[in-house]
C-alpha cells in the first residue's frame, strides 16, 4: 500500500469489489462446472489471479485497487466451485476427505511460507513490480501445468 500510495479508506472500500464479484463469480462457477466440468476450467479458473498481479505490478492510480481485489475476487469466486467438483470428477467420492484434507494442508503450508517469503524479498529491496511480475509467472506457469494435468 505505501508504495502504490493507497490511502487505508481507499483499499478498504475496494474489498466491496472483491465481495461483489467473488459472490457473482461462484455462482457464474457453478453453472460453468455443471456445463463444462471442474477438469476442463482448472486450467483458466486463476488467470484473473495473474492478471490482479500484473495490474498492481504495473498499473497506478485509484482504481487499481478496486480492480486488483475484483480480479482476485474473481478467482477466488471460481476456485471454490471448481475445486469441490474436481475432486469427485477425478477421483470419484470414496476418498473424497482424504484428497480434501491433504490439498487443505497444502494449502496452509503455502499460506504460512508466502508472508516470510515475500517479507524476505521486501526487505532485500525488491520492487513491487518485479515480485508482482515473478508471482503472475508462477500462477500462469501453474495454469499451463494444469492444462496438461487431467484428461
Known amino acids: 500500500m505505501q508504495q502504490k500510495l ?3 479508506e ?3 472500500s475496494s474489498f466491496i469489489a472483491y ?3 467473488h459472490w457473482i463469480s461462484s455462482l457464474a462457477a457453478g453453472v460453468m462446472v455443471d456445463r463444462y466440468s471442474a477438469v476442463r476450467l482448472l486450467a483458466y479458473y ?3 489471479l495473474a492478471a490482479a498481479m500484473l495490474v498492481v505490478g504495473f498499473v497506478d492510480g485509484p482504481l487499481v485497487p478496486f480492480l486488483m481485489l475484483g480480479l482476485l475476487g474473481m478467482s477466488i469466486g471460481f476456485g471454490g466451485p471448481v475445486a469441490g467438483a474436481l475432486w469427485a470428477e477425478a477421483y470419484g467420492t470414496g476418498k473424497i ?4 484434507s491433504m490439498t487443505t494442508s497444502f494449502g496452509v503450508w503455502a499460506t504460512s511460507l508466502s508472508p516470510i517469503i515475500l ?4 526487505d532485500a529491496d525488491v520492487s513491487i513490480s ?3 511480475l515473478c508471482m503472475a509467472l508462477a500462477v500462469f506457469a501453474a495454469c499451463v501445468s494444469a492444462a496438461f494435468s487431467y484428461k
Not at 476427505?97 to 480434501?100: A, D
Open 6 to 8: 493507497w490511502s487505508m
Open 10 to 12: 481507499l483499499f478498504a
Open 19 to 21: 465481495g461483489v464479484v
Open 46 to 48: 486463476n488467470l484473473p
Open 97 to 100: 476427505g482424504s484428497i480434501r
Open 119 to 122: 517479507g524476505v524479498l521486501i
Open 130 to 132: 518485479l515480485l508482482s
